[in-house]
């Protein structure tokens, strides 16, 4: 079976991985830019996904590179603690959630790929044009290069897919809810737990930080860090996550943000470098596939970076996916099993995550107690916040008692249909 990957991001890669676990070895992936770097700020791997990337054999060098995050705090914007949580084993979890620099997520997987695939399963320099898709196959085309005859076409090509664009060409820029994402990292002491990740203020305002590596001899650590409000301009580069932004700008707004546990303006100062992103997602789809093509993660699902969901989705996708082909009759009836298991289960995430999904806590404490509160047991009950934490985890995907108990996704040898997994092109 031949399977072509457009895009080599944290989807792609962790679904070539994926591919290979089941006995499907023709692959390549196909990405855009002439070279692949280790771009971006931090992002988090939750349990979820942790699981499926353990069971790819990468847990120890993920842990290597990666802090376990230890607990999730929300606080008001005056640093008063609202809500929090242990994270990871300390949840009850049997996997770990883990902080990281994006681009070292993304060339662990490389790395990976490259040493089970071939080092010429993941080419540079071929951004993909259009496919024609038909009973017998698809055909992918890209820029500067023949087209490309496969079995499967993935689409793993981010918010501003050329796949997706031919399933649905009138669809336009992502649609942006007027919020700006101002991101950085910066080295500073580790605060509360050293393992702790923070997210303070309300709707008009938040901050988030959390550590991607332990400390340094000199007993500092790389924060990773966001600031979020109404940006009062108009935005540009929707859907670019490497925007350079001046700090002084950021400063503006977040100049006056110290807790007793952080100077919330000496991290934003600290920064070498900051970058800016409209809050942009998708629209959700009443279909991901065609006959022998179909759509992982932000191509999919793109959705607000609330919750810390984006990343772990896409390595879902990657799992379901694989496991749906190597134990289907054919491409088309795993598409729909795939289909049917991570579709609904996206929207349901993109949706909650523009109500603010877990973060609402912030909101309701804002609205309820502007000033601060004494006691927020008083103003927010404690049963009150366990279940916006629980639910939220439901729809996500990662409650601890059913990922625990959930099947894995491996599919032994003497399960995989030869039909899907080794009919030669």
Known sequence: MRVVIAGAGIGGLA???GLHAVGITDVLVAEAVGEIKPLGVGINVL????????????????AAIAVATGELAYFNRFGQRIWSEPRGVGAGYHWPQF?????????????????RLGADAVRCGMPLTGFSDGPSGAVATFAGHAPVQ?????????IHSATRRVFEPQEGSPPWNGQVLWRGVSRGRPFLTGRSMIMAGDADEKFVAYPIAGPDADGTQPINWIAERPLG??????????RPVDVAEILTHFGDWRFDWLDVAGVIRAAEVAYEYPMVDREPLSRWSGEHVTLLGDAAHAMYPIG???????????????SALATSANVRSAL????????????????????MGPEVVMNLAAERAPQGFTDIDEVLPLAERREIAARYKQTAGFDPAVLNERPSYDVPPADRESSTADSPR
């Open 15 to 17: 679904t070539a991985l």
């Open 47 to 62: 349990p979820h996904a942790v699981r499926e990337l353990t069971e790819l054999g990468l847990a120890d060098e993920l």
């Open 99 to 115: 902080s990281l620099h994006r681009g070292l997520l993304q060339e662990l997987l490389l790395t990976a790929v490259r040493q």
């Open 150 to 158: 496969c079995d499967l076409l993935v689409g793993a090509d981010g």
């Open 233 to 242: 301009r108009d935005a540009v580069d929707r859907g670019k996550w490497n």
């Open 308 to 322: 810390s969901n984006g990343a772990s989705q896409a390595i879902l996708d990657a799992r379901v996916l694989a």
């Open 336 to 355: 729909a099993r795939y289909e049917q298991e991570r579709r609904p289960a996206t929207t349901g995430i993109q949706l909650a995550n523009r109500g």
